[in-house]
């Protein structure tokens, strides 16, 4: 079974601009969390879709939003980049109620 | 409350010896605490995982000890290699908000 892919893998954009960052779950799985991944705050987490819906939203801004499609790929957009936002974007994927999660290898995220 | 502490920050072990790594947390609607590896440029791997019914889970050389009532968990590396070089996350899963709250990381090193 294919493992989870996220795309890019690396992205370098300058502050204000926008970016979308997007996920493949596991086969079958329907569940899907992002996380933020920084030195100084580790590991965040953002939402988690599940069946076109979000189910949950940790704590940022607006300018981070998401969406899932019917075949549970999902994106993230952030929006007005700033600095702060260099970070290593994880896409974790599971079969349905996000215990048993599985990352993808990450997009890093540079913001100039 | 919804914080998972993790201690050491780092440690070193010699090539053999046993890497033990603590976590603590608070909030009793945590059920399900995970283990994650992550090598550098990598995703977290998810590594062994425990239910609060079960005070003890071993896979290979890797132990997970389970104290519900001190609420702490720990994972014990017996016979530790240079591959296992790598930062060890511990989690937690809030059932409520389906998400993984994660401790702030240990880097071990193994020492040939």
């Known amino acids: 079974k294919a493992g989870v892919t996220q795309t890019p893998r690396y992205l370098i954009k300058t502050r204000g601009q926008q970016v979308t960052l997007s996920c493949s779950p596991i086969?079958?799985?329907?569940?899907v969390s992002w996380y933020q991944q920084t030195p100084g705050q580790g590991l965040q987490f953002l939402f988690e879709?599940?069946?076109?819906?979000?189910?949950n939203k940790g704590n940022f801004p607006g300018r981070f939003s998401g969406r899932q499609f019917s075949n549970s790929r999902s994106e993230m957009n952030v929006s007005t980049l700033e600095l702060g936002d260099s970070a290593l974007y994880l896409c974790a994927s599971s079969l349905t109620t996000g215990n048993e999660q599985f990352f993808g290898p990450g997009t890093r995220l540079t913001v100039l | 409350q919804q914080q998972v502490k993790q201690s050491p920050q780092s440690l070193i072990v010699q090539k053999g010896g046993i890497s033990i790594i603590n976590c603590a947390y608070e909030n009793t609607a945590f059920d399900y605490f995970p283990w994650y590896q992550q090598f550098p440029g990598k995703g977290p791997a998810l590594l062994i995982a425990i239910r609060p019914d079960v005070s003890e889970k071993k896979e290979g050389r890797f132990t997970i000890s389970f104290n519900k009532s001190a609420k702490q968990f720990s994972l014990h590396i017996m016979d530790s290699q240079p591959g296992d070089s790598a930062t060890y996350f511990c989690a937690a899963h809030h059932t409520g908000f389906q998400k993984l709250v994660f401790g702030t990381g240990t880097r071990l090193l193994v020492s040939p």
């Open positions: 086969s079958g799985h329907r569940s």
């Open positions: 879709y599940f069946s076109e819906t979000q189910r």
